[in-house]
């Protein structure tokens, strides 16, 4: 009798191959799925980092309070905003802390109202688009907090 082992191992391919592709299909999935809750999870870091910016009154050399606070935004991000495309993404609002009506410039970053730092409209595409992700994922992060008192009892800086 002769062994068939050549069909067999022809066999075994396929049927390998058969399994990889969704068990690859699965992998790159959690990774892709992973790599976008990273990506949230740092640009909320990032956002309460610039509200903690924010409410101490911390500026960079040479900038305003709003431009100061943008710039913590973007060290913070680890490179995710690092482009001019996502940089305009980063907005900052002081609001009323009675009646939650916006303050427009250049009032608002005084003590006792509330500030708003946020990233809106990021824009994730995945990196393994399957059949449910043709689209991109839209993320916004929010993060508020109350201004603190003027070290000092100074004026607040420029916005």
């Known amino acids: 009798m002769r062994k068939r082992t050549g069909s067999r191992?022809?066999?075994?391919?396929?049927?390998?191959?058969l399994m990889m592709i969704p068990l690859f299909?699965?992998?790159?999935g959690i990774v892709d799925f992973g790599f976008a809750i990273f990506i949230r999870?740092?640009?909320?870091?990032?956002?309460?980092?610039?509200?903690?910016?924010?409410?101490t009154?911390?500026?960079?050399?040479?900038?305003?309070?709003?431009?100061?606070i943008k710039a913590a935004v973007k060290t913070q991000a680890m490179g995710f905003l690092s482009s001019n495309e996502h940089a305009n993404k980063i907005k900052v609002k002081y609001y009323d802390p009675l009646s939650f009506n916006e303050i427009l410039p250049p009032n608002g970053n005084s003590p006792g109202n509330i500030v708003e730092v946020s990233?809106?409209?990021?824009?994730?595409?995945?990196?393994?688009?399957?059949?449910?992700?043709s689209t991109p994922l839209w993320i916004k992060?929010?993060?508020?907090?109350?201004m603190e008192g003027l070290p000092g009892g100074g004026a607040a800086p420029c916005r």
Not at 9 to 17: D, I, K, P, Q, T
Not at 25 to 28: M, T
Not at 141 to 146: E, F, I, N, Q, S
């Open 9 to 17: 191992r022809g066999n075994a391919l396929v049927e390998m191959s």
């Open 25 to 28: 299909g699965l992998l790159f």
């Open 41 to 55: 999870s740092t640009l909320q870091h990032a956002v309460r980092e610039g509200v903690r910016y924010a409410v």
């Open 57 to 68: 009154y911390q500026l960079v050399d040479g900038m305003c309070q709003d431009d100061s």
């Open 119 to 133: 990233v809106e409209n990021y824009q994730y595409s995945w990196m393994a688009p399957l059949f449910w992700s």
């Open 141 to 146: 992060v929010y993060g508020t907090d109350r």
